[in-house]
Structure formats: C-alpha cells, structure tokens
C-alpha cells in the first residue's frame, strides 16, 4: 500500500530519483562518531522546532499585572506556570525546551569543533562553513532571546547585562540598545520583540540555513577523517558523492550512515528527556512595577539573592568583562572596558571563525599538520573553560559575600528594574489568577 | 564438446550497497527497522507532551470548582433579614486559569433570609446583581422592596421576578455555607 502510494505520487512528482540520490549517496568508508554531532544538532533543532510551536499556544507575552497569593506577577510569567502546573505534561514540554536549548549549543558547538578540528571546512567545503556559523550565531541568539520570554527575574537581569554590554558598542551603542529594547528602557516593548524575534524571524532566517546546510551537505559529500584518501583537501581528495568511481570507497548513506545517526539521535533525545523529568527549569520572581530586588525562590521556598548574569553559554564573556578596566584611554581617544571585551573582541572572534578558511587555506587536513589553526583554537577553548569554571565558583559564592562587593565594578551593574515606566504597565490589575 | 568450452558460471555477486538488494539481507534489514523503530520512537516522546497539551483545552473539566465568599464576615455577622435584601460584596477569587479571564473582585449579590433562624445553605437567597436586560448593575430599593435597573428602568419584584424591560429574572446563586460563611460559585453563569 505504502509503496503504491509512492509510486502514484513519484509519478506526479518524480520525488523518487532525488530521494534515492539523498538516501543512497556514498559517504567515506573511515567516517566515525564524531560526524554524527550534525545529525544530532539537526534533531535537536527539531525537537526545538516543535516543542516552541506547542508553547507558543500557551504563553502570552504581556507584563499585564496579575494578583496572585504571593504577590503581583505579569501574564507571560503566569501564562507559563499556568502550562507547566495545571496542563498535564506541560512542564515536561517546557522542560524538553529549555534543556533542548542548552544541548543544541552544546552540540552545534560541538559539530563546528569537529569541523574545525579535522579541517572539514577546507576545499570544497568552505561556503558550508559559513553557513554553519551563521547557524552557531542563529542559535545563540535563540538562546538570547528565549532566555527572556519568561519574564522574570532571572530573565530580566539576564537581558539588562546583554543589552547593557550592546549600550558600550562605539558609535552604533546607544542606538543598538534602543532598537534591542524597543524604547527606552526595558519593558513591554521588549518583550514584543524579543517574542516575534524568537518565534518568527530567527526561525525563518534558521531553517533557511540549515536547508542550505544540508543541500551542500549532499551536494559535495562528507568530508571524511582527514586520513588516506581524504587527507588532503585538493580537488584529487575531494570525495565527490556523484562520481561513480568513489562508489566502491563508500557506503550507502541508507541505512549504514543513517544508522549511526539514529543511535546519537536517541542519546540526545534521552538526555533531553531526563533533564525534563528530573529537573524541570524554576522560576524566579515576576517582574512587577516596584520589584527592585533580584532574588530568585527555590522549590523549598528559600530565597537567595541571584546573580545578575547571563545563562551559563554566555557567562564566560560575562566573566571576561569583569578583568577589564572602566576605561581605556589613550589621550585623544578612548573607548570604555567593557566596549573592548564585549563588544570588539567577541567580534574579532566571530570574524575570525568566518575567516578559517580563508587563513588555513593549505591542503592539509590533518590537526597535526595545522599548528597554528589548532593551537590558537585550543588556547581560546581553554580560555572559555576557564571563564566559565571561575564564574561559576564566582556565583556560587554571591550568596555568602556581601553584595556590595559583587560585582567589582561599576559598569556590570545593570539599570535596576524600576526604571521601567510606569505607562509599560498599563495600570491596575484586572485579571486576578493564584500562582 | 572440450572441457575448455565448458565457462565458468558466473555467480553474481551480492552488492551490499546497492538499494535493489534482497530485503530479507539480515544486517541491512535490521538496519532498516532499526532506524524506523528510532525514528517513531523519537516522533514518539515528541508527540506525547504535544499532543496532550494541544488537546488539554477540550480535555480538562470545564469548569473548575471555586467559591467565592460573600461578605467580609460570618454570615451571623452580615445582618441578613428575612424583611430586606442586604447589598453584599463578593470577596476576590483567585483563580489559576489565565486562560479564564475571570475576576469577581467586588461584585454586587443581594443577600436574604428565607427562615428566622438561617442554619443551612438552603436558608438564603442570594441573587445576582446584573440586569438580564443589558448588563447593568440593579439597584435595591428599601421602600418599594424591589430592583430597579438605572440604565433602562427594568424592575425586578422581591423575589427577583422581573416586572418590566428585563426579560427573565435574577439570576439566583447556588449558595454553600462552610464553617459559618456564606460561599457562591464563582463561576456560576445565568443563561
């Protein structure tokens, strides 16, 4: 029945051929584990994909007030505890999506590390390369702009310290912080556009680049381990899937390749589904009109001041800003700390990860023959490790210090929360919900 | 006929890799299934949170259970006569539903007796505030004991009849006391 189905619909469609082409192309004999990280950032994606569309039916994204027993909230903060404590599985499906987050950067950071490791990004491969870094960039901003749809603490003082480091951009700053925020101050407005950003831009821009990710993918063939035949990235090593002499050095991609694929898949959606079950994301307090101080309510019901800071990908750049001084100045110019390490440095990175393949343009594949690629990839992967282990013993101890002294200076504190305007909120409550 | 003449059989042999090959092959049909089985179980843990979240709306009770208490007081205290009807309000609910745009902070009842001595439930009359006609808010009057709605002069005799404009009577709550206090369901609508 299932073959006659396709056959009527290849026959009007000739959707038969290119998926043959699709499923049964060569992929190099000597690929391993390690080419599975794309296939699982693809799944990743599209348990994103779905579980966003699901939660988008349930969150409202208004700081309208509400009264609740424990004090005045907004509705996109009650609209998701309102899924994720009275709709069955709902907090299940917003946990697959806010641990589905923090695995797609793991694993997509990941797949560029292979790809940069094993010189995947050299001839032919090159434009797949910035593509993929488009992809790395669409999904941190993912993150950014996620992170603030709950609408509470945690995500307020996360956004004030992004938006904050945005405002020291040279020129472009103050305008940049504006347009980031939609107004002045940090309000409704942003929370508008951080929404449609979240749910229609990046989606449409994402899934745009991974299917020309994938298209180039099948197009020029895996690239392979950088040993025997594809050691070298020249047109002689290049493993060109149409070719049919190659057919003998690899395998159909259905279902020998695919297999490995579909194993990692299950990994990944287990620890997905782990982490929703046995630690689904807390909320932290609303944010309300005169709600001044950062604390964040644990499951016990013990409060601790929280940290203003970032999620945990971001908190090594939340660190390395902490190393530099309020203000370079170099006599007839000068440019503020906190411009230099967040904005122009990460930038010069960014660039820089566009650039490989244009600064490691030799043949060679292998690590071992590309030192200064590697090493200055390494140095900067441990820089980040490092970043992000001190910031965390750093966090770990801002309930035990006296506030005062975190953090060090002056520029990491954000605007406090009763700058909002007054008009942002619309007046008084109407709708009363318990929390 | 020589023996050279006789040619060797040409045995083909199997190609792996090629799609056209026998399916009953073990290794390639256990791949196959099982990457199907994979695949429907990871649409599988997708589908079940989706799925019973998507159709929770059409699901879940249709109306939740709240009670809404009448009056600040015990219903001893709140001067309630078998004579006149006492103007109350409705203490706010709080309601979880933000999908239910509910709120009774501060509605109108009027609050009777129907016995000397009230004890049960079944002892008051409670009656909405909200004009059947257009929505208004009536009023109570002492003298004439009866409603009378300012916006289109509906009247209402003391039993919440209506009498003139309005084209049903007065909505009657399903009364509950608890502990000495007088509840009304918070979500009790008057069709």
């Given amino acids: 029945m299932a073959n006659r189905v396709y056959e009527w619909v290849d026959e009007r469609t000739g959707i038969k051929p290119a998926l043959d082409y699709v499923m049964y192309r060569r992929i190099p004999k000597n690929v391993n584990w390690f080419f599975t990280l794309g296939s699982a950032s693809l799944v990743v994606f599209i348990v994103q994909f779905v579980t966003g569309i699901f939660l988008g039916m349930f969150y409202v994204p208004s700081n309208a007030p509400v009264v609740t027993p424990t004090g005045t909230s907004n509705e996109a903060l009650e609209s998701l505890k309102y899924l994720t404590s009275q709709v069955p599985m709902g907090e299940f499906l917003r946990g697959m999506h806010h641990w589905g987050a923090t695995l797609m950067i793991i694993v997509v950071f990941l797949h560029m590390l292979r790809v940069f490791f ?6 032919p491969r090159e434009f797949t390369w910035l593509v ?30 992004t938006v904050k480091i945005a405002e020291s951009a040279p020129v472009l700053g103050p305008p940049l912080k504006e347009i980031l925020q939609g107004g002045p101050t940090l309000g409704v407005a942003t929370l ?74 299950v990994v990944v959606v287990a620890i997905i589904v782990f982490l929703a079950i046995t630690k689904p994301p807390e909320y932290s307090n609303a944010i309300t009109l005169n709600n001044s101080i950062s604390t964040i309510i644990h499951s016990d019901n013990t409060s601790t001041q929280l940290p203003p800071q970032p999620e945990w990908y971001f908190l090594f750049l939340f660190q390395f800003l902490k190393y530099f001084p309020p203000e370079f100045n170099f006599g007839f110019f000068s440019i503020s700390g906190e411009a230099v390490g967040g904005i122009i440095i990460p930038t010069i990175l960014i660039l820089l990860l566009f650039a490989t393949p244009f ?28 970043l992000t282990v001190v910031a965390f013993i750093d966090n770990a101890n801002f309930g035990k210090v006296k506030p005062a002294s975190v953090p060090s200076s002056s520029v990491f504190v954000p605007a406090q929360p009763n700058n909002l305007s007054i008009e942002a909120f619309g007046g008084a409550p109407s709708v009363v919900y318990t929390g | 006929m020589a023996l050279t003449d006789l040619k060797k059989p040409e045995v083909k042999k199997p190609d792996l890799d090629t799609p056209e090959v026998d399916p ?17 179980g990871v649409a599988g843990v997708l589908a079940v949170p989706v799925v019973t979240t998507f159709i929770n709306p059409a699901v879940r009770p249709k109306r939740a259970e709240v009670k809404a208490q009448v009056g600040e007081q015990a219903a001893a205290q709140l001067g309630i006569t078998t004579d006149k009807f006492q103007p109350l309000t409705v203490q706010p609910v709080l309601y979880t539903d933000v999908f239910k745009q509910m709120t009774l902070d501060g509605k109108d009842v009027f609050v009777k007796a129907k016995t000397e001595n009230p004890t049960t439930a079944a002892d008051y009359l409670i009656l909405d505030a909200t004009c ?60």
């Fill in chain 1, 118 to 123: 094993m010189g995947s990004y050299k001839y």
């Fill in chain 1, 132 to 161: 993929g870094v488009v992809i790395f960039l669409l999904t941190l901003a993912f993150g950014l702009t996620g992170y603030f749809l709950p609408w509470d603490n945690k995500a307020y003082w996360a956004t004030a310290v």
């Fill in chain 1, 192 to 265: 508008s556009r951080f929404y449609a950003i979240h749910v229609l831009l990046l989606p449409i821009i994402m899934v745009s680049m991974v299917g020309l990710h994938l298209f180039l993918v099948v197009k020029i063939g895996i690239s392979g381990m950088p040993s025997g035949k594809n050691k070298d990235a020249t047109k002689d090593g290049y493993f060109d899937v149409a070719d049919p002499k190659v057919k003998k050095a690899g395998r159909a991609f259905f279902p020998y390749i695919i297999f490995k694929d579909a194993v990692v898949a």
């Fill in chain 1, 359 to 386: 600064l490691d343009r030799g043949p060679k594949r292998n690590p071992l023959n590309r030192p200064i690629t590697v090493l200055s990839m390494i140095a900067v992967l441990i820089g980040i490790v490092i």
């Fill in chain 2, 24 to 40: 009953t092959l073990g290794r390639r049909r256990f791949l196959r299934w099982g990457i199907y089985a994979i695949g429907a």
């Fill in chain 2, 132 to 191: 059947t006609h257009a929505g208004c808010t009536v009023q109570y009057d002492d003298a004439k004991d009866q409603f009378t709605c300012p916006c289109h002069n509906a009247v209402y005799d003391k039993t919440g009849k209506n009498v003139a404009v309005a084209p049903k009577p007065l909505g009657v709550y399903n009364v509950k006391l608890e502990e000495g206090r007088l509840f009304i369901d918070a979500f009790q609508t008057f069709e």
